[in-house]
């Protein structure tokens, strides 16, 4: 795995969960050069956080595992498009 130094702390993070985030940090890797900055995983070995940069300025992607249910009865926000959807 390739780390980055980071430069700076960005203002705005976004923040993202797929059902596989293993896959989907995979593929954003191939797909749009991001870089993996730091890659947290649980014991069962499902990503709980991921922080990917995409410039060399450091500017972070957040990743992590969706789960429906997070602690405290909250909720993520999920967007879903097309047949992928549900």
């Known amino acids: 795995m390739a780390t980055t130094q980071l430069t700076k702390i960005s203002s705005v993070i976004p923040c993202l969960r797929y059902r ?3 896959a989907a940090i995979d593929w954003l890797v191939r797909a749009f050069g991001l870089t993996e ?3 947290a995983a649980g014991p069962d070995g499902e990503i709980q956080h991921a922080e990917l940069t995409c410039d060399p300025e450091g ?3 957040s990743f992590g595992t ?3 249910v997070l602690p405290a009865g909250r909720r993520p ?5 097309g ?3 549900g």
């Open 83 to 85: 047949q992928n959807s």
């Open 66 to 68: 969706y789960r429906p």
């Open 59 to 61: 500017n972070l992607w």
């Open 37 to 39: 900055a730091m890659v």
């Open 20 to 22: 596989d985030a293993g």
């Open 77 to 81: 926000v999920v967007a879903t498009t």
